[in-house]
């Protein structure tokens, strides 16, 4: 039972000793011939139960069953009263007792995160990173000044969050941003984020960190500051806006693709690793696509930035290589698994 709900059950307990007591002085008026109103009879239980002190204002203390009658209802109303303070106190201490248990479990669990992701800024944006990362279970920590949206995070069961401003040094040290291996900056502001990204760089200069950025012209400052890659809401949304003009078909394939929970089909990336059984094989030696059913999109060579879509079947895995792959989120952890196993 919730708060609210207790208290409004103690004052519904304690209005009912006073209608009851009020209904009782009105019965033993009418037992013992007494012309109570029952206004009066309502003022004699208010002044009984609250045990104020005042007059005997029906005067029943003139008669045995009067003043037995009083002193039950005396007895009701501390017992109600008492009880009510003990409901009340009692919830109160186990909502405190469960928020620090809840705390320290949290920061336990944050604690023990490894090469996880730091969200910054859980707003309109933030939380659909959130529910991206929750979809295909990346390890996160989420930031956020507002308790509200830590307290939504919280009640996801899946979501660990700390509240806190992540452009404190301290903050971004308790969420592990020195093992991290990745953070993205959505916070309202431009400067924030920037100044985020600046922490964030000289915490872990190893990590990759996205951030977003207003203003277009401010990119190559968030690049100069060390962030890995910088992302415009603007520019993306207006892409997107001209995209759904000239080809919403692709647009609805990827949207279903995003947003289809049950399926999960994404795209991912893995880098062939020197202990991997397909290094230095080529594609069709490998049977990647046929051990573990992705598809293969993309492949980009180690140390340069240029892709080859759609690579054929004779291509080369050099260690080093990154493959961007298209599939069910089960067939993608097959994928990762074989290039690093």
Same mark, same amino acid.
């Given at each position: 039972?919730?708060?609210?709900?207790?208290?409004?059950?103690?004052?519904?307990?304690?209005?009912?000793?006073?209608?009851?007591?009020?209904?009782?002085?009105?019965?033993?008026?009418?037992?013992?011939?007494?012309?109570?109103?029952?206004?009066?009879?309502?003022?004699?239980?208010?002044?009984?139960?609250?045990?104020?002190?005042?007059?005997?204002?029906?005067?029943?203390?003139?008669?045995?069953?009067?003043?037995?009658?009083?002193?039950?209802?005396?007895?009701?109303?501390?017992?109600?009263?008492?009880?009510?303070?003990?409901?009340?106190?009692?919830?109160?201490?186990?909502?405190?007792?469960?928020?620090?248990?809840?705390?320290?479990?949290?920061?336990?669990?944050?604690?023990?995160?490894?090469?996880?992701?730091?969200?910054?800024?859980?707003?309109?944006?933030?939380?659909?990173?959130?529910?991206?990362?929750?979809?295909?279970?990346?390890?996160?920590?989420?930031?956020?000044?507002?308790?509200? &949206?830590?307290?939504?995070?919280? =009640?996801? +069961?899946?979501?660990?969050?700390?509240?806190? #401003? *992540?452009? @404190?040094?301290? /903050?971004?040290? &308790?969420?592990?941003?020195?093992? =991290?291996? +990745?953070?993205?900056?959505?916070?309202?502001? #431009? *400067?924030? @984020?920037?100044? /985020?990204?600046?922490?964030?760089?000289?915490?872990?200069?190893?990590?990759?960190?996205?951030?977003?950025?207003?203003?277009?012209?401010?990119?190559?400052?968030?690049?100069?500051?060390?962030?890995?890659?910088?992302?415009?809401?603007?520019?993306?949304?207006?892409?997107?806006?001209?995209?759904?003009?000239?080809?919403?078909?692709?647009?609805?394939?990827?949207?279903?693709?995003?947003?289809?929970?049950?399926?999960?089909?994404?795209?991912?990336?893995?880098?062939?690793?020197?202990?991997?059984?397909?290094?230095?094989?080529?594609?069709?030696?490998?049977?990647?696509?046929?051990?573990?059913?992705?598809?293969?999109?993309?492949?980009?060579?180690?140390?340069?930035?240029?892709?080859?879509?759609?690579?054929?079947?004779?291509?080369?895995?050099?260690?080093?290589?990154?493959?961007?792959?298209?599939?069910?989120?089960?067939?993608?952890?097959?994928?990762?698994?074989?290039?690093?196993?």
């Amino acid at each position: 039972m919730s708060l609210q709900k207790k208290i409004l059950s103690v004052l519904l307990l304690l209005l009912s000793v006073f209608v009851l007591g009020a209904v009782g002085y009105r019965i033993l008026a009418l037992v013992t011939g007494q012309t109570w109103p029952f206004l009066d009879c309502v003022y004699q239980s208010v002044v009984t139960v609250s045990t104020v002190g005042y007059d005997d204002f029906l005067g029943v203390q003139g008669t045995l069953a009067g003043r037995l009658y009083t002193s039950v209802l005396i007895l009701f109303g501390i017992g109600a009263f008492f009880y009510g303070v003990s409901v009340l106190t009692a919830s109160v201490v186990e909502m405190d007792i469960g928020k620090i248990w809840r705390k320290r479990k949290m920061e336990s669990t944050i604690e023990k995160l490894k090469d996880h992701f730091i969200i910054c800024g859980v707003g309109e944006t933030g939380i659909q990173v959130v529910n991206e990362l929750r979809a295909t279970r990346t390890p996160f920590v989420a930031i956020d000044k507002d308790p509200h &949206r830590i307290e939504f995070l919280e =009640a996801l +069961g899946d979501a660990p969050c700390m509240q806190g #401003d *992540a452009t @404190n040094d301290d /903050v971004l040290t &308790r969420a592990g941003v020195e093992t =991290a291996a +990745g953070l993205v900056s959505i916070l309202p502001a #431009d *400067a924030d @984020n920037l100044y /985020v990204t600046l922490s964030a760089r000289q915490l872990n200069p190893k990590m990759r960190i996205v951030t977003k950025c207003l203003a277009e012209a401010g990119g190559c400052k968030f690049l100069r500051a060390g962030a890995s890659a910088v992302v415009s809401p603007n520019v993306l949304g207006g892409i997107r806006l001209a995209s759904e003009l000239i080809r919403p078909t692709a647009v609805k394939f990827l949207d279903v693709m995003v947003r289809d929970r049950e399926k999960a089909i994404r795209i991912e990336e893995a880098v062939v690793s020197p202990a991997s059984s397909v290094a230095d094989k080529t594609i069709a030696e490998a049977e990647i696509q046929k051990r573990t059913g992705v598809l293969i999109v993309a492949a980009k060579p180690p140390d340069t930035e240029s892709f080859t879509y759609s690579p054929s079947p004779d291509t080369k895995l050099t260690r080093g290589t990154t493959l961007i792959v298209l599939g069910p989120r089960s067939n993608i952890a097959k994928f990762i698994n074989l290039l690093n196993v």
